[in-house]
């Protein structure tokens, strides 16, 4: 779980993680004690300082053993409760890579302009790798070693999008599952202020040109 100054959001997700599951919070250098409420709640905790949504990303992948792993927002945009659906399909054998695909729960989880965006984000992934996605978002499930094969470089918004696109490159079979998108505690980080969303859109895009569109 990538976090960055989520104190009003941990105790709701990590006290609804089903059982099985255990947090490894990635702290990208919070100030409101999100690391302390982490660890209190049982969850064990990475630092690091180098500040992007990629980075946290990957330090997470590279500190964790878990054979599977999820990586989600800890924001309560997303509920841990509907994780079990997401590796599903995973350990039946039927995907390597599986995406949540948000369905908004009220009108304050999922403003137009960034469904707008995304939309057409995931309308550009589609014509250049060929994958059925709809929704670019923030949850997602593999086997720990196949995403690091993946090599993914991007260290910041673009995370994401990279390793659908390499997961694309490489063949890997790729699902798509509904998830509950809720109002999000506090105010994003990447995509609460235009400075903010405009950094997430360039790294999406740079990492869309990795790959030439699909062949017709």
């Known amino acids: 779980m990538p976090c960055l100054n989520e104190a009003a959001a941990l105790p709701w997700v990590l006290d609804r993680l089903p059982a099985g599951y255990r947090a490894l919070v990635v702290d990208n250098g919070s100030t409101d004690g999100s690391i302390e409420i982490a660890r209190s709640y049982g969850a064990r905790t990475l630092e690091v300082a180098q500040r992007g949504y990629g980075s946290a990303c990957h330090a997470g992948l590279v500190a964790t053993t878990a054979e599977l792993v999820v990586i989600m927002d800890c924001d309560g945009s997303i509920d841990p409760v509907d994780l079990p ?39 550009q992934l589609r014509r250049r790798t060929g994958l059925m996605i709809f929704d670019c978002g923030p949850v997602r499930a593999a086997r720990r ?72």
């Open 85 to 123: 659906a997401v590796v599903r399909p995973i350990y039946a054998g039927e995907a390597d890579l599986v995406v949540g695909r948000r369905r908004p729960r009220g009108w304050r989880a999922y403003p137009w302009t960034l469904r707008l965006a995304n939309a057409a984000l995931a309308r």
């Open 145 to 216: 070693t196949i995403l690091l094969e993946l090599g993914v470089q991007d260290r910041r918004s673009g995370y994401p999008v990279e390793t659908l696109v390499k997961a694309a490159a490489t063949g890997l079979r790729v699902q798509q599952v509904d998830v509950a998108y809720l109002p999000r505690r506090g105010r994003s980080k990447v995509t609460g202020t235009p400075l903010g969303a405009l950094r997430a859109v360039r790294d999406s895009r740079a990492a869309l040109d990795l790959m030439k569109p699909a062949a017709q």
